[in-house]
């Protein structure tokens, strides 16, 4: 194994991570924006009440894109083990 092989399998690794992560991060940011923007329109300043909407919209596109990063991390995990397997 070179450089360029371990730079690529965390090239590879990060990826993964983005596209996995990024449906569940996005929920919580649009989440958290939306209830700022309600915050700030009726002057409501309470700070503990957007965690509950952010867990519960991250739970639910969790629920709804599960398999999706599962496959993500199955192909990245198959890439690997076939680099190993073939001796980089």
Same mark, same amino acid.
């Given at each position: 194994?070179?450089?360029?092989?371990?730079?690529?399998?965390?090239?590879?690794?990060?990826?993964?991570?983005?596209?996995?992560?990024?449906?569940?991060?996005?929920?919580?940011?649009?989440?958290?924006?939306?209830?700022?923007? =309600?915050?700030? =329109?009726?002057?409501?300043?309470?700070?503990?009440?957007?965690?509950?909407?952010?867990? =519960?919209?991250?739970?639910?596109?969790?629920? =709804?894109?599960?398999?999706?990063?599962?496959?993500?991390?199955?192909?990245?995990?198959?890439?690997?083990?076939?680099?190993?397997?073939?001796?980089?």
């Amino acid at each position: 194994m070179n450089e360029a092989d371990a730079l690529d399998i965390v090239q590879a690794a990060i990826w993964t991570i983005i596209i996995g992560a990024g449906p569940a991060v996005a929920a919580a940011m649009l989440v958290g924006i939306g209830i700022a923007l =309600l915050q700030a =329109l009726t002057q409501v300043q309470e700070m503990t009440l957007t965690f509950i909407p952010k867990i =519960l919209a991250i739970f639910v596109v969790i629920a =709804l894109t599960g398999s999706f990063t599962g496959a993500q991390i199955f192909a990245f995990t198959e890439q690997v083990y076939g680099r190993i397997t073939t001796g980089f």
